[in-house]
């Protein structure tokens, strides 16, 4: 797992910022099967997290539904100077972690 | 008396054969079941289980989610999606989740989103996996208790459950 985010690295306070994320991942249903007939265990990142200093900003319980590499949008209302912390979990146990430093303008 | 009492006997063990032979069956026949369902997934099974669990006893008002998904998705391996909740997003009154259902995937609910008063604004956008044609459903409860959803139809060209 490799995230890919993209965040401003400048804001105003209280300004409301779009956070993007990407991060390379098969997110393997389950559902499929080999050619000899053997299920392929299912291997998804099933949480998403998004932390400002250590307040829970958004968090995403993700299924077999959601796309491979999966890609998540979502909002920050930055509060003041601070670090956003995100964190990728699969079902093999995997953690990514990205740290990303937000300051005032 | 004996007689009588052997005869008893005989009937409890003979109920007790037929009833684990009861259990076996409906336990095959429930297996069987579970891989027909698995792999020819039937549309509309399981989707609405899953929102009366989300809903419990709350009553869903239509709209206020501006859902936006291709008409027509060529390609069911990701399909583009982005939900977006009116909401003053305040410590009193923010949306708490969101939660996206499939009508037709092998599995109907795709995820659930949680948001804060930190969020800003509900919005989330991503990308799915759509198996066929089939609808949307979004479900989103406000920090009040309150539920609205929304629903769109997606055609699928090719699907999503390759394999």
Known sequence: ?105 | MRAIGQIRTANRRELVLGASAVVLMSDLVARMMVATASAQPVQGAGWQELMRKILGDAKPVQGQIKLEVPEIAENGNTVPFTATVESPMTEVDYVKSLHVLSTANPVPAIAAFHFTPLSGRAIVSSRIRLAQTQDIVVLAQHSTGRFVMQRREVKVTIGGCGG
């Open chain 1, 1 to 105: 797992m490799k995230p890919r985010v993209r965040v401003p690295g400048s804001v105003k306070a209280g300004e409301i910022v779009e956070i993007r994320t990407l991060v390379n991942h098969v997110m393997e249903t389950g559902q499929r099967r080999t050619l000899d007939g053997r299920a392929i265990a299912r291997n998804i990142i099933h949480t998403f997290t998004a932390t400002f200093d250590g307040k829970e900003v958004f968090k995403a319980d993700l299924n077999s539904g959601i796309s491979a590499n999966p890609y998540l949008a979502f909002h920050l209302k930055v509060p003041g100077p601070g670090q956003l912390v995100m964190t990728w979990t699969d079902d093999a146990g995997v953690i990514a972690v990205e740290k990303a430093d937000i300051a005032i303008a």
